[in-house]
């Protein structure tokens, strides 16, 4: 098992008076939590103190082009075979492509 177990397997293992953590992954023992900090940091120093080399220093970075548009982005799916897309239809005039607010046709007579 690679992950911690959901709350409902949580249920059935203490209902069972089971050890709970041999059905977690060793990832999320206390010994792997403090394994993952044992090793040397190396500290980076002053910027000044760098050693650059002179080809990487001699790239020009530029922002990249074009804007970011404000705003929630729009979706960019393709419809599944089953998937149509509705046409709206006028409830004046009966016809597609607009709605009762928008319609500029005179209405219908009965």
Known sequence: M??????????VIR???LILYDYCSN??????LLATSEGIVYLVG????WQVPEEVEEVLL????GTI???RP???RNLSTWETKKSVKCGRCGQYGHNR???RNPPKRY
Do not use: F, M
């Open 101 to 103: 607010k928008t319609c």
């Open 69 to 71: 548009k404000s705003g």
């Open 46 to 49: 002053n910027q000044n103190t």
């Open 15 to 17: 209902d069972r008076e």
């Open 74 to 76: 729009k979706k960019r």
């Open 62 to 65: 530029l922002a990249p082009e």
């Open 27 to 32: 990832y999320y023992t206390k010994e792997s």
């Open 2 to 11: 690679d992950e911690v177990p959901c709350i409902h397997a949580v249920a």
